[in-house]
């Protein structure tokens, strides 16, 4: 059942809209780095904020998406306590941050370009981890260590969240549309 709230136009400035939407994907991230489960065999914990990525490139788009996560990592990289820990960007998770802005952009990237939105996330989900594996391999003796302990561990967690933002876009977007 739809509201006449959801069919009516509350922002009408265009700017405005896209400043609140990229707002609170920066918040949102930031959310979903408190959610966290420290894994006592890696040193990266399992969060929430890979759902809000790949949600803010498939909802906003490439330029929009990867500039919530910019800003994410602009204003943790400044000091203000967004990531999971202080000196996140410096350390063993550095890697997964810096990849948050290039999954995201990936994601909107592949959507424009039509592909199926599961795959788009599943690839932009793998460059993130690809990333994150690739700084961790300086800190865990290698790449090999990196994917065993930065990528092999999330993959089922991160499926889950991949079609948890599947579902949420085919809610948020009229029948007929991807």
């Known amino acids: 059942m739809t509201t006449a709230v959801l069919n009516?136009?509350?922002?009408?400035?265009?700017?405005?809209?896209?400043?609140?939407?990229?707002?609170?994907f920066v918040l949102a991230t930031t959310f979903g780095a408190q959610v966290k489960i420290p894994l006592p065999f890696t040193?990266?914990?399992?969060?929430?904020?890979?759902?809000?990525?790949?949600?803010?490139?498939a909802y906003l788009g490439k330029k929009l998406g990867g500039?919530?996560?910019?800003?994410?990592?602009?204003?943790?990289?400044?000091?203000?306590?967004?990531?999971?820990?202080?000196?996140?960007?410096?350390?063993?998770?550095?890697?997964?941050?810096?990849?948050?802005i290039f999954a995201s952009w990936f994601v909107g990237f592949a959507i424009e370009k039509k592909w199926e939105i599961f795959y788009a996330l599943l690839v932009g989900d793998l460059v993130l981890l690809s990333l994150g594996?690739?700084?961790?391999?300086?800190?865990?003796?290698?790449?090999?260590?990196?994917?065993i302990l930065g990528m092999f561990p999330f993959i089922i967690g991160d499926l889950i969240k991949i079609i948890g933002v599947a579902s949420i876009l085919r809610l948020l977007r009229p029948s007929g549309s991807q």
């Open 8 to 24: 009516r136009i509350i922002i009408r400035d265009e700017k405005i809209e896209k400043v609140i939407w990229v707002s609170f």
């Open 43 to 57: 040193p990266v914990p399992l969060t929430l904020q890979t759902f809000f990525v790949l949600l803010s490139g």
């Open 133 to 147: 594996a690739f700084n961790l391999s300086f800190f865990v003796g290698g790449i090999k260590n990196a994917v």
């Open 67 to 100: 500039l919530s996560q910019f800003l994410y990592f602009v204003l943790g990289g400044l000091g203000l306590p967004l990531f999971t820990s202080g000196g996140a960007l410096w350390g063993p998770t550095g890697g997964y941050i810096v990849g948050f």
